[in-house]
């Protein structure tokens, strides 16, 4: 029961507000750590790899954003299907919160994939299964971002842009698999082969430091975000005012 | 319960008839997409080239992207009358369930816009230089596309219809979506010409009808439900 009462305390805006506050300064130290760490073993410590030579290491950049460009709009659909459901405002916060850092990390992964295509297929963009699921991807999140802009009652906008997020979640994966059926040049999956990784050990390790950094930075961007989504909404409690006041 | 299926159905046919009695009251905007359909195939003629071989070659992208656009363009036609005048609003306070009412404005708009395009893509295939004995396996696409392209747009006009500028968000919002059918649709048109079998594509055009006709009058009811408010 006290977990119940922590997120029943964490939901409301003004707790959300003061704990996420005191939680941005930990999370960003963090990725700031494990994203030099991570960099650091990628760039330097892995070795070359024997076909790619060195322009394999944008993976340690390029995976990580593709990854994560589609596990920020899993969180964002079931934010906003949370939000929909029991109608907890906070969620739909966290929802809108995340559609543009995920539409950043898709265009990072778009832009990593294209500078890598140049020196392996021999062309900046090629019409490749994986790169055009991923243009698609933004195009989804372009959607959502664009939707809530266009309400002005910002209680309209959350829910019709979470509606649309839903629907996109179930076309994800009917996009993914109709344009991989349509095209494919891209490499095969080299981490996610359960049995054994083709990546060496040297090459993984950098590569999971760097998506629990990328995670984190993540974590971190929302609770910026997500707070200030909180103060603009919240705009006319008490707590606002007294807030504002002391800074 | 059997009262319930009843009713439920009563108002399916009811809303189908009065939005195609409403359609065929306004013969305009019953021709406006199909005009449209016509006027975008014959552009490509006009701006690539009248070689038989290249036509043939582009004609199921052009064919289905046409089409596309079309069903796309007549959308607004599902909810913005209704919206404008207030029956939207009385619709969704009725004792039927919205999803109903939604399904039978769907499948209204399908038969007055998909329904007819399909009907007249044979005559504009064949001007592509389309071998006639394969405008069966276009016509079978078409007639399974064009519906779920009604069903997932209908999400979208009801999420845009409040919106006075709603068009070119309501295209950044679906044509996304689309896409699945689109590679779906005009592959299996392109496959046909090699004399190949088609069947896949065309099982998976009719599971994309059967998912999209059981869940999109759900999302369509609920964004009417949000954008109303």
């Known amino acids: ?247 | 319960m059997e009262g319930s299926t009843n009713s439920a159905l009563t108002a399916f046919t009811t809303i189908f008839r009065r939005d195609i009695k409403l359609a065929l009251r306004h013969r305009s905007e019953l021709i406006n997409p199909l005009a449209f359909f016509v006027i975008v195939v014959s552009l490509f003629p006009l701006g690539l080239s009248t070689d038989s071989r290249t036509l043939l070659q582009i004609a199921p992208a052009v064919l289905w992207i046409s089409a596309l656009l079309a069903t796309m363009l007549s959308l607004e036609s599902i909810f913005r009358s209704d919206y404008d005048d207030g029956s939207l609003e009385q619709l969704v306070l009725s004792e039927h369930p919205l999803s109903v009412i939604v399904l039978g404005k769907v499948a209204a708009h399908w038969c007055t816009t998909g329904l007819l395009l399909t009907l007249i893509s044979p005559a504009l295939a064949i001007s592509l230089a389309f071998p006639p004995q394969n405008l069966g396996v276009l016509i079978w696409t078409l007639l399974l596309g064009t519906p779920t392209l009604s069903l997932i747009g209908s999400i979208g006009v009801a999420l845009t219809v409040g919106l006075r500028r709603g068009g070119i968000l309501l295209a950044l919002l679906i044509l996304p979506l689309y896409i699945p059918i689109l590679i779906f649709g005009a592959s299996a048109v392109d496959m046909s010409i090699d004399d190949l079998d088609v069947a896949g594509q065309l099982y998976l055009l009719a599971a994309l009808l059967a998912l999209s006709l059981t869940l999109a009058p759900f999302a369509t009811s609920a964004a009417l439900r949000v954008t109303l408010e």
Not at chain 1, 84 to 110: D, N, Y
Not at chain 1, 201 to 210: F, G, K, R
Not at chain 1, 229 to 243: A, G, N, P
């Open chain 1, 1 to 247: 029961m006290r977990i119940f009462q922590f997120f029943h305390r964490f939901a409301s805006p003004r707790e959300f507000f003061r704990i996420a506050g005191a939680m941005i300064p930990w999370f960003a130290a963090v990725t700031l750590v494990l994203l030099s760490v991570g960099l650091y073993l990628g760039l330097f410590v892995a070795p070359p790899d024997y076909q790619q030579g060195e322009s394999y290491r944008i993976i340690f950049i390029h995976v990580p954003s593709a990854w994560m460009s589609l596990f920020v709009y899993m969180v964002m659909a079931s934010a906003a299907a949370i939000g929909l459901i029991w109608r907890i405002k906070l969620a739909h916060v966290i929802a809108m919160s995340s559609a543009p850092i995920g539409a950043s990390f898709t265009f990072l992964a778009l832009v990593t994939g294209s500078l890598w295509g140049k020196p392996m297929w021999g062309a900046w963009w090629v019409w490749d299964a994986r790169l055009t699921s991923e243009l698609i991807l933004l195009f989804l999140y372009l959607g959502v971002m664009a939707l809530y802009a266009a309400f002005e009652e910002r209680r309209t906008a959350q829910r019709a842009a979470g509606i649309l997020a839903i629907v996109g979640v179930i076309n994800v994966p009917i996009i993914h698999y109709s344009v991989m059926w349509w095209n494919t040049l891209h490499q095969g999956p080299t981490v996610t082969k359960f049995d054994a990784p083709s990546i060496h050990l040297s090459m993984l390790i950098p590569l999971l430091i760097m998506s629990v950094a990328f995670t984190l930075f993540y974590a971190t961007v929302l609770l910026m975000r997500a707070r200030w989504e909180v103060l603009e909404q919240e705009q006319r409690s008490k707590w606002v005012d007294e807030y504002l006041e002391q800074t």
